[in-house]
């Protein structure tokens, strides 16, 4: 089962005694916890504290300071359900550690089975997150400062700025992004209302960045050479990397539920398999019983240093076991599929490459009618007519297919520009540029068939020369009549 775990940046926090105070008020707003009931808070006001209680739920903190300067602070919570299953959670701040000098809270959470046969499930967010964002605690993670509200950017400078850095994962170092295209003014695929939904559900896991309008997709798209998403596409982008899925409306994801229900399982699995430059509990431990061991070494008894060594060694195999489990669950999420409104990947792959995403089943939904329409009543038995009909009611034209057809409309446009954007456009697309001298002359990459070569004048065209063009290259790609 995937652990899910999260880090951002965090504001300078008091004194240990802020974070304990959110550990605490977390624990007392459950209503299942029971290890805090008949004590006090100076409990575990210290550097270490284990606390258990009869049900075997358990709570251990830990501090490591140097000269009476924190360092570090964490916590590890167990559960044990009715199901024989344990719920863990954990939580690390750790001080300057960003390469900013910033604080990192570093947050994991996961269920492991105690019985066989327990159905384990997958941890969702922590209720402590939503706490210490409420709190003002999100500090900021590059050009973006971490929180639980949707980021709406301005038609101007400065937000197409910041969408160019979002595209290209220049906009954050911890944090995934999800980019949220429009359909038009102030207008997308998910309502106002579930957009701040989502950016409150992913707070500390994503940010939400929201485009205002369709020409500013337009002029980012001028910008990252058509790389961005636009035309409703909602994309994820990782720090150092950029867009790395797409989601859109489609065949596989038919309504907007589906399409956030799936945006919500990437994200999660996105951030959980990030690299971590904060600490875990089992690092935590690791440092403060070698800072013990160091600090207490003349005055401790030979039995007490072997204890010490004893449980920095059942540490260090935790955290052997840690990683194992990390690894294990990173190669089954790796192997999952990943389409999200095409046809299953293993399919596309026996297939071939497509021009663009959905464009295979386009053509289905293309061969589907074609077929309705040159077949009589008699050539087709009723089963099959039926299941033809209501298969082509069901698929409809990509989001890939819409947003090719508006970038050839959008590319000869500028009859002084339309050369160099159409011949950028199509080897995006699977072509690549043969030798010319007065024509560009563009040939399909081996793995498209079934695609003829495309000559494009350099000198410009007017008008209607140009919109001979998109027409010849429309039926070249054979998607004049997908549309």
């Known amino acids: 089962m995937t652990p899910f775990a999260t880090e951002f ?4 926090i008091p004194s240990r005694a802020a974070f304990i105070a959110q550990v605490i008020s977390w624990l007392r707003g459950t209503q299942y916890s029971t290890v805090l009931d008949h004590r006090t808070d100076s409990e575990i006001d210290g550097e270490s504290a284990f606390l258990r209680a009869e049900d075997g739920e ?16 964490g916590f590890r919570h167990d559960f044990p359900d009715n199901e024989g299953r344990l719920w863990r959670t954990e939580a690390v701040l750790r001080r300057n550690a960003s390469a900013d000098g910033q604080d990192l809270l570093r947050l994991r959470t996961q269920c492991i089975a105690l019985a066989p046969g ?19 605690w999100g500090g900021r993670d590059g050009a973006l400062r971490v929180g639980d509200q949707p980021l709406w950017l301005t038609d101007g400078e400065p937000g197409l700025k910041l969408a160019l850095e979002v595209t290209l994962g220049q906009a954050s170092r911890h944090l995934p992004v999800i980019y949220i295209s429009a359909v038009g003014q102030l ?10 939904k989502l950016a409150f559900d992913l707070g500390g896991i994503a940010h939400v960045v929201v485009e205002p309008n369709r020409g500013f ?3 980012l798209g001028g910008a990252t050479e058509g790389v961005n998403a636009y035309g409703g596409t909602i994309a994820v982008a990782l720090p150092g990397r950029g867009i790395i899925r797409r989601l859109y409306l489609g065949w596989r994801l038919p309504e907007p539920r ?4 799936l945006l919500r399982r990437t994200t999660l699995d996105i951030r959980s398999q990030m690299p971590a430059q904060g600490w875990d509990w089992t690092e935590l431990q690791e440092q403060a019983l070698r800072l013990q061991r160091e600090r207490d070494r003349k005055r401790l008894s030979v039995e007490e240093t072997e204890a010490l060594y004893e449980e920095e060694i059942a540490n260090l195999k935790e955290r052997i076991e840690h990683l194992g489990a990390e690894l294990l669950a990173r190669t089954s999420v790796s192997g999952a599929e990943s389409d999200d409104d095409t046809l299953p990947a293993s399919l596309i792959e026996k297939v071939g490459a497509e021009i663009y995403p959905g464009e295979f089943a386009d053509r289905i939904r293309f061969a589907t009618r074609f077929c309705l329409a040159c077949t009589g009543n008699d050539d087709l038995d009723m089963r099959t007519r039926l299941v033809l009909e209501n298969l082509s009611k069901a698929l409809r034209p990509s989001t890939g297919l819409m947003e090719l057809t508006d970038e050839l409309k959008r590319a000869t446009k500028d009859p002084k520009r339309s050369a160099s954007q159409l011949k950028t456009l199509l080897i995006r697309h699977g072509y690549h540029e043969k030798a010319g001298n007065r024509h560009i002359r563009l040939e399909a990459d081996d793995t498209l068939y079934g695609l003829n070569s495309i000559t494009i004048a350099k000198t410009p065209s007017d008008i209607r020369g140009l919109i001979n063009i998109r027409k010849q290259i429309e039926r070249t790609l054979g998607i004049s009549k997908l549309k």
């Open 9 to 12: 940046p965090v504001n300078p």
């Open 217 to 219: 997709s337009f002029r």
């Open 58 to 73: 358990e709570l251990r903190l830990r501090a490591l300071e140097r000269e009476d300067d924190l360092r570090a602070i």
């Open 118 to 136: 327990a159905r384990l499930e997958s941890p969702r967010k922590p209720y402590l997150i939503k706490s210490v964002l409420r709190d003002g």
């Open 187 to 196: 207008k997308w695929l998910i309502v106002r209302k579930e957009i701040e």
């Open 258 to 261: 589906d399409l956030l229900s």
